[in-house]
């Protein structure tokens, strides 16, 4: 079994800094695509980044510029660097991961428990 589990989160003031970081266990034979996604109430899940096996990124829109994805394949540990935050960067943010189990099975994908980022002076 895989399992995703991030850590990080945390209470920071308006323009501070916070970095999330997700490391994936469990029988792992490589991944393709990991990325941080993030959900406030009554709204639906939205992607802020994502980083390919390549290194190749995508960002939201909304946070290019002040968000930085990378990953450490040693450790399949996916990271954000998150500066000038602002209120509404405020959610929970969940790592996401499309990780092979099997060189020979398809990817499945796989989301963590999601951490708590609260953006507030």
């Known amino acids: 079994q895989v399992q995703l589990v991030e850590s990080g989160g945390g209470l920071v003031q308006p323009g501070g800094s916070l970095r999330l970081s997700c490391a994936a266990s469990?029988?792992?034979?490589?991944?393709?695509?990991m990325g941080w996604y993030r959900q406030t109430p009554g709204k639906q899940r939205e992607v802020v980044a994502t980083?390919?096996?390549?290194?190749?990124?995508n960002y939201a829109d909304s946070v290019k510029g002040r968000f930085t994805i990378s990953r450490d394949d040693t450790k399949n540990t996916v990271y954000l660097q998150m500066n000038s935050l602002k209120p509404e960067d405020a959610a929970v943010y969940y790592c996401n991961a499309d990780i092979r189990t099997k060189w020979y099975i398809g990817p499945s994908e796989y989301w963590g428990q999601g951490t708590q980022v609260t953006v507030s002076s």
């Open positions: 469990g029988s792992i034979f490589s991944i393709v695509v």
């Open positions: 980083i390919t096996s390549g290194g190749s990124t």
